[in-house]
């Protein structure tokens, strides 16, 4: 029998790990957070989705706590999903999930699937629920550590991610990034899809980009975390359990 309210999803980025429980949503700030949840919580399963490299310690972490972890993958068709990667083990869980939540959202619409996290990753599936392909690029904050962590005089001070045009150094930084990846995202969009193509945005850095995207977009925060909920209540309804 399975209990969804004492179900832990994670949602393990390379920037932070993302969970779900019950109808909370939030960020464990390190590993030792994620235990102290499962021992002070109502936690009875979790549900592991990582393109992270601290898959292993964190599947450790839930051991040591007596949980052995459920981590999802990508199958190719699942909820009538179908892939064009042609090996669906290369594409990455969490592109997958976002895909899967943003089906089961907007079930017969053409989509494009936004999600501005460490990478900037954008796909696209028609109307039919087929995946037609994507695009992977660097995220804003990467995009700021690799610019001032590879050149002599650009700062590492923290940008603020503001997108007028700049005035000074960081202010150039600032419109350089965030408007890069408005413009990849408005052009992908407009040159590679249907003019009726629902725009579903979610990552870390959505609440950044929102402001400048010109074309109506619907803001899926936690869309990785919804489509690994989907997941799991359909792979247990296929093994015939009940909520
Ligand atoms: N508190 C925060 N800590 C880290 N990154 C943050 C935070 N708030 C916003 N961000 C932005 O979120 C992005 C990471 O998004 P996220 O979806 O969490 O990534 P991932 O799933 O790859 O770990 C970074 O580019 C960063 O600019
Ligand atoms: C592209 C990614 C690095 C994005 O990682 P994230 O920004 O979510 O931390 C991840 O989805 C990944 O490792 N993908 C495997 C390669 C692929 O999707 O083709
Ligand atoms: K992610």
Known sequence: MVNESATLFL???NTRIKYSHGDDYGVFADLGSLASFVTDGYVCEVVVASVSHQTAEVVGV????GIEAQVATVVDGFAGLRLVYPD???LGVDRWLAMLGACQRFPGQDL???DAGT???IDYLTKDSRHQGGSISVGLALAAKSLTGNTAHLP???????AQLGQDTIGCL??????GAVALI???VQSFGSAKAQVVLTGGDADTLRPHLTKPIIHAPNLVLQGLKYYWRLINELNGDSK
């Open 174 to 179: 600032n419109f350089g990034i965030v408007y």
């Open 11 to 13: 949602d393990c980025g």
């Open 62 to 65: 839930l051991w040591a706590q």
């Open 112 to 114: 494009w699937v936004v």
């Open 88 to 90: 669906v083990r290369l």
């Open 156 to 162: 590492k001070a923290d940008l603020g991610f503001s």
């Open 186 to 188: 408005e052009q992908t």
């Open 119 to 121: 990478a900037l990753k």
